[in-house]
């Protein structure tokens, strides 16, 4: 059973930064499709990033693209998302995800994340 523990949020001024973290134990990540998601206030969890296996591949909301970064470390069993030109918008708890299937090809479906962090929580103010 792998864990999932997110870090790094915090409350940050438009247009500042932060770089969320997302630490696995129990099990490697590094056969798996990961992603990160978030739930903004009263709203439903939406797809903010993925990246494939190796890190060369990364897929993108459309809105995000240009701001946010996803990348991992596979030696450290850690996935990142760097945040620039942060919105009050962006205001949410982010999830760490990893697919449901080892091997797994990049998706932005919700359903095909099968473990998850608890989240850290992102609040931009204006």
């Known amino acids: 059973q792998v864990q999932l523990v997110e870090s790094g949020g915090g409350l940050v001024q438009a247009g500042g930064s932060l770089r969320l973290s997302c630490a696995a134990s129990?099990?490697?990540?590094?056969?798996?499709?990961m992603g990160w998601f978030r739930r903004a206030p009263g709203k439903d969890r939406d797809f903010v990033a993925a990246?494939?296996?190796?890190?060369?591949?990364?897929y993108y909301r459309n809105s995000m693209n240009g701001r946010f970064t996803i990348s991992r470390d596979n030696a450290k069993n850690t996935v990142y998302l760097q945040m620039n030109n942060l919105k009050p918008d962006d205001t949410a708890v982010y999830y760490c995800?990893?697919?449901?299937?080892?091997?797994?090809?990049?998706?932005?479906?919700?359903?095909?994340?099968?473990?998850w962090g608890q989240g850290t929580q992102v609040t931009v103010s204006s």
């Open positions: 995800a990893r697919h449901e299937r080892p091997l797994g090809i990049m998706t932005s479906r919700e359903t095909d994340f099968g473990s």
């Open positions: 129990g099990r490697t990540i590094s056969d798996y499709t």
């Open positions: 990246i494939n296996r190796s890190g060369g591949g990364t």
